[in-house]
T-cell receptor, first 114, second 113 residues
Framework: DGGITQSPKYLFRKEGQNVTLSCEQN?????MYWYRQDPGQGLRLIYY???????QKGDIAEGYSVSREKKESFPLTVTSAQKNPTAFYLC?????????????FGPGTRLTVL | GDSVTQMEGPVTLSEEAFLTINCTYT??????LFWYVQYPGEGLQLLLK?????DKGSNKGFEATYRKETTSFHLEKGSVQVSDSAVYFC????????????FGIGTKLQVIP
């Protein structure tokens, strides 16, 4: 079955540590996205990538980094510079074409800083 | 810039009640409009979409009509079930190029037996 997988489902981090969240898709989608979800704030865009080896900052990129070495994979690293990293992180993907505009989401990773 | 406004809730309904979740938007041009649903502990699932004025999106008994004149995309269902308990997000997007999606804050729906 085609879809988006995120791992791990739950992640705990000590203050000062970097952690990497995995996102993989087998939908052959060109574009991938990372969002952060906090209660009462909806979803906010962290980074996005429209093609391999290229990515752009979203609205809240500070303290995060990404890479896009393969079409299927878009890992997100939460660095120690992120002041308040406890949140639910969602990865999404979409086809890049003039006639399409729908993003499809993975199941999410809940990150907690201890 | 683009924005989406919806009530945060929670909205609490009895089973078989009629559901309306209001959504209004601010955007130039003709964005596409979406409703996504998020069940507890899960990611977002696309529920329905509409791409132009007067289009009606529908799925699993839910409906929403793209109203350009009132800039609205209200979600409705005639008879809710306990299994519909979730958070519902209204969103808008534009086709082509970078598909920036603007989300509302999400409305939590609780359906009690």
């Amino acid at each position: 079955d085609g879809g988006i997988t995120q791992s791990p489902k739950y992640l705990f981090r000590k203050e000062g540590q970097n952690v990497t969240l995995s996102c993989e898709q087998n939908l052959n989608h060109d574009a991938m996205y990372w969002y952060r979800q906090d209660p009462g704030q909806g979803l906010r865009l962290i980074y996005y990538s429209q093609i391999v080896n290229d990515f752009q900052k979203g609205d809240i990129a500070e303290g995060y980094s990404v890479s896009r070495e393969k079409k299927e994979s878009f890992p997100l690293t939460v660095t120690s510079a992120q002041k308040n990293p406890t949140a639910f992180y969602l990865c999404a993907s979409s086809i890049q074409a003039p006639s399409t505009d729908t993003q499809y989401f993975g199941p999410g990773t809940r990150l907690t800083v201890l | 810039g683009d924005s989406v406004t919806q009530m945060e809730g929670p909205v609490t309904l009895s089973e078989e009640a009629f559901l309306t979740i209001n959504c209004t938007y601010t955007a130039t041009g003709y964005p596409s409009l979406f409703w996504y649903v998020q069940y507890p502990g899960e990611g977002l699932q696309l529920l329905l979409k509409a791409t132009k004025a007067d289009d009606k999106g529908s799925n699993k008994g839910f409906e929403a009509t793209y109203r350009k004149e009132t800039t609205s995309f209200h979600l409705e269902k005639g008879s809710v079930q306990v299994s519909d308990s979730a958070v519902y997000f209204c969103a808008l997007s534009r086709r082509g190029g970078y598909q920036k999606v603007t989300f509302g804050i999400g409305t939590k729906l609780q359906v009690i037996p």
